[in-house]
């Protein structure tokens, strides 16, 4: 494989060892792969006072951004940057964003959970009373599957105890979430897919409780998208692809199903195959730093991470770092949160210095998880 | 660079315009001090406080839909605008096939939304015909052939309507552009599970077709998983056939990894001691030369060769002292 990706060598391997224009060269080049926390912890701590107009694209998934930047900083080892004040405002902003069952109806049909952002709910309370209701907000007005994750990850990471979350209503909402061929919708009008496939598992573990989820017509689901390759794809019939091979895995580790998987030698290879110099999402296309987190965390969970070349991995991810903060898609672009979080999740899990180590199977740090005694990465 | 598009009416700011005198516009509610704020612009929270209105209202109007429009162009991915323009196409009876027009002006712009595939899934379902959606994945597909979105969405359309007859010609075509186009190699196995099926016939016809491409490029990856996908389905039996369009690629090019790595896989996948001896060797070269940076992987490839061999040296052993 080495030859079909000769154009990815480094500006380094080029100039080594050659005077003038060369060594410059190689000074920049070797100054480009140390990893420059300082910047990305500005970054991450911007990211949570102010997103730039540029965002409003991501307005119904403040949610989530909050969740990378809030474990972004936990992996940095930085989260004491985050004062008192901004953590409770934190907190607060999030419980005024969960969608609860209207008052004395705490049976009540509808999806709750955690919304992506103030859209659509109605009046800010905090409070979230159990069966207090809140506000219902307009009519169109619902939680989100994937935004429910983000909450209770960064619930976790600033220490709240889950002690204003309904978790019965999210778990009741989680099988009204689910279809007939066993995936998971985000929202009643919105499709199913196995992003939310993983969220449904992980929410289900954090909770503690799976009355939410059938596990047999999830895990059918997931052994029929394995496509011929070994990858999984996003639905039944998709190319095998690096996030959705890594929510299928997720799952059936939360689901303790990973044997069911048909061909579990072919997705190993597909990982492993999956790496160039740093790792692709599909093969046949350009490396991108987010794929270190979902192929490198995939890898872990099988037991097969020390399979791939971390030096390679380490490199690339390194030259996708800015000089802004955050970390591009590729080197030499400009940084978006995603790939700045998933970016130095995938240093983590190389084990590099001054990181956090993560749960590759929750998506945040082990201490966010209270998992630091048991470390699972099995490799 | 969406502001050209889904031309409508509407005049900004909304309360300047006697259209909208009757709304009274209704602001989120963010808290005193939010986390994570946007900065929204002023067009931006104009739009989105009449859609709150609207909403409120329920209000399936032409001045609503038009209003959708604006919502999906300030923020392509907000599901909800895509669904209340869904209410407000269908209440209306409003012209769908000029709605995925619509559409296809949008995704120039934003092919890599979830959302707006999901409405034409919608929209293509209520109008019961997917005349215009071959055509249009086509188009997008040539501009960008390996957008996930679009294959699946085309995937969807092949399914529910039946629409395979000149898939794999289409398949084709995008091989000729690009030969490494993993996303076409998918839609090819999806098209023959979906069609034929896995026959010995459709088995014979697909491995040459994979080996004819190989020729043309010895270490793409996507062919040589394609043949993996070939030799895995049901009573497989096609070795010879496989075997040989190996070796004659191992004749023009000894050093071709990827030919080197597939043999490996058949040796582990169909154990005989001619085959899994050979692997071993392979993996040697794999690791120590042609693709050193899976260099683990290698080792990891070889002992599971040796615990094959392993077990069929146990297995004749124990035939032969069951026969003496």
């Given amino acids: 494989m080495s030859c079909d990706h000769a154009h990815e060598k480094p500006a380094a391997d080029k100039a080594a060892g050659t005077e003038g224009p060369g060594a410059a060269e190689t000074k920049a080049a070797k100054e480009k792969l140390d990893f420059r926390k300082d910047v990305h912890l500005r970054y991450f701590m911007y990211t949570l006072r102010m997103l730039p107009e540029d965002y409003e694209g991501f307005d119904t998934k403040r949610m989530m951004i909050l969740y990378l930047a809030l474990s972004g900083l936990d992996v940095l080892g930085e989260l004491e940057k985050v004062d008192k004040k901004t953590a409770t405002k934190a907190i607060d902003w999030i419980y005024a964003m969960q969608k609860v069952p209207p008052p004395k109806q705490p049976e009540a049909k509808a999806h709750f959970g955690f919304r992506g952002g103030p859209s659509y709910g109605g009046k800010y309370d905090p409070t979230c009373k159990a069966g207090g209701g809140g506000d219902p907000g307009l009519s169109r007005d619902e939680a989100h599957i994937a935004m429910t994750y983000s909450a209770l990850c960064a619930l976790r990471i600033l220490g709240d105890d889950l002690g204003r979350v309904d978790k019965k209503a999210i778990t009741r909402s989680l099988q009204m979430l689910q279809r007939e061929n066993g995936c998971f919708r985000c929202a009643s009008t919105e499709e199913d897919d196995m992003r939310f496939m993983y969220c449904a598992c992980v929410i289900s573990d954090m909770l503690g409780d799976w009355s939410g989820v059938d596990k047999e017509a999830a895990v059918k689901y997931i052994v029929e998208s394995q496509a011929f390759d070994g990858g999984i794809g996003l639905r039944i019939g998709a190319e095998g692809h690096g996030g959705t091979t890594y929510c299928a895995v997720a799952s059936l580790v939360l689901m303790g199903r990973l044997d069911a998987l048909k061909d579990p030698e072919g997705l190993v290879r597909w990982c492993v195959y999956a790496q160039g110099s740093g790792f692709v999402g599909r093969p046949n296309k350009p490396p991108d730093s987010c794929y270190s987190f979902w192929i490198g965390a995939t890898m872990k969970m099988l037991g097969v991470y020390d399979l791939s070349s971390a030096k390679d991995n380490r490199q690339f991810n390194l030259r996708c770092q800015t000089k802004w903060g955050g970390f591009g898609k590729y080197p030499d672009v400009h940084p978006d949160i995603l790939h700045s979080y998933f970016g130095i999740c995938g240093l983590s899990m190389m084990g590099m210095d001054g990181l956090r180590p993560i749960d590759p199977v929750w998506g945040i740090t082990l201490r966010a998880a209270g998992k630091e005694k048991q470390d699972n990465s099995a490799s | ?324």
């Fill in chain 2, 1 to 324: 660079r969406m502001d050209n598009l889904g031309k409508t009416d509407l005049t900004f700011p909304l309360g300047s315009s006697p259209l909208w005198e009757d709304i009274t516009p209704i602001p989120q509610d963010d808290g005193p001090d939010p986390i994570v704020p946007i900065a929204y612009s002023k067009h931006f929270v104009d739009v989105m406080d009449h859609f709150r209105a609207i909403i409120k209202k329920e209000e399936h109007s032409q001045r609503a839909l038009a209003l959708t429009t604006e919502v999906i162009k300030v923020n392509p991915a907000n599901y909800t605008g895509w669904l209340f323009r869904r209410e407000c196409l269908f209440a209306l009876g409003a012209d769908l096939k000029q709605e995925l027009k619509f559409v296809d002006e949008i995704a120039a712009v934003s092919s890599k939304n979830y959302q707006l595939w999901h409405h034409r899934r919608v929209i293509v379902q209520h109008m019961k015909d997917a005349g215009t959606e071959l055509e249009a994945t086509t188009k997008a597909l040539l501009q960008d052939p390996k957008n996930y979105h679009v294959w699946a969405h085309r995937q969807w359309v092949l399914r529910t309507f039946d629409l395979f007859q000149n898939e794999l010609k289409f398949v084709d075509l995008l091989l000729k552009q690009d030969i490494r186009n993993n996303s076409a190699w998918n839609q090819r196995f999806f098209v023959v599970k979906n069609t034929t099926g896995f026959t010995k016939e459709a088995l014979s016809q697909e491995i040459k077709y994979a080996y004819a491409a190989i020729e043309k490029a010895p270490n793409n990856l996507s062919p040589w998983n394609y043949l993996r996908g070939l030799v895995a389905q049901k009573d497989f039996d096609q070795l010879d056939l496989v075997n040989s369009g190996a070796a004659s690629i191992i004749k023009k090019d000894k050093k071709c990894a990827e030919c080197y790595s597939f043999l490996v896989d058949m040796a582990l996948k169909f154990p005989a001691a001619n085959r899994l001896k050979p692997a071993l060797k392979m993996c040697e070269k794999l690791k120590t030369e042609l693709a050193q940076i899976r260099a683990k992987y290698w080792e990891y490839q070889a002992a599971n060769v040796q615990a094959k061999l392993e077990k069929l040296e146990e297995a004749k052993s124990a035939e032969t002292s069951g026969n003496s």
